[in-house]
């Protein structure tokens, strides 16, 4: 599975859009983006998975570069409940391999 | 609801003592796993189980011990618990039984062991 690389932290204002970087340089054509997000201490939490193209659910927008090197994580409009841990994953096999994340804080 | 629940959520031993964490899920997937999470070390896996009496190592496995004879179940047994294996926990389970490269895990709210 291909290395991941986030911030460690990042700050959004609430009503703002969060943009998450990931970096995936050597990531391969079969392995597919995910991103997971841990509020404090609770279990992960899916958020959004894409492989080449650009994907957008009702949590989040994921933007995939052409050369699939890099991505961003979108969350629109951020809420304080949107204050966690967001973990991006390249994967193709059968585990996640969690890095260390980037950690979102969400300010009023 | 379709939930992955773990128990207990919150559990003090002793070194030695043999423990049980249990994990149950409702949504008939096939595939199963637990982590671990342990500060600057992020989330490892311990164990998995593809399907029904078929479980792997993951990455940590030393220490603990899995079964899978229902496939809503998948139990952690740690025999002789230690201290270093005072962890937070989670369980999670996925649809496919093959590679969940287009399959999303849902987790378990966590179990916090401390092993005195």
């Known amino acids: 599975d291909a290395k991941t690389t986030q911030p460690p932290s990042m700050d959004c204002a609430e009503g703002r859009a969060a943009n998450l970087p990931c970096n995936h340089s050597t990531i391969s054509g079969n392995e597919y983006v995910y991103w997971y997000r841990q509020i404090h201490s609770q279990g992960p939490q899916y958020i959004i998975h894409?492989?080449?193209n650009n994907e957008t659910n009702e949590m989040a927008s994921l933007i995939i570069t052409e050369d699939r090197k890099s991505s961003t994580l979108i969350l629109p409009h951020a809420t304080l409940r949107d204050t966690a841990v967001y973990y991006c994953?390249?994967?193709?096999?059968?585990?996640?391999?969690f890095g260390t994340g980037t950690r979102l804080q969400v300010f009023p | 609801e379709a939930q992955v629940t773990q128990n207990p959520r919150y559990l003090i031993t002793v070194t030695g003592k043999k423990l049980t964490v249990t994990c149950s899920q409702n949504m008939n997937h096939e595939y199963m796993s637990w982590y671990r999470q342990d500060p600057g070390l992020g989330l490892r896996q311990i164990y998995y189980?593809?399907?029904?009496?078929?479980?792997d190592k993951g990455d940590v496995p030393e220490g603990y011990k899995v079964s899978r004879k229902e496939k809503r179940n998948f139990p952690l047994i740690l025999e002789s618990p230690s201290p270093n294996q005072t962890s937070l926990y989670f369980c999670a389970s996925s649809l496919s039984g093959g590679l969940p490269t287009t399959d999303t895990q849902y987790f378990g709210p966590g179990t916090r062991l401390t092993v005195l």
């Open positions: 994953i390249a994967l193709s096999t059968d585990k996640l391999i």
């Open positions: 894409g492989l080449k």
């Open positions: 189980s593809m399907n029904v009496e078929v479980t």
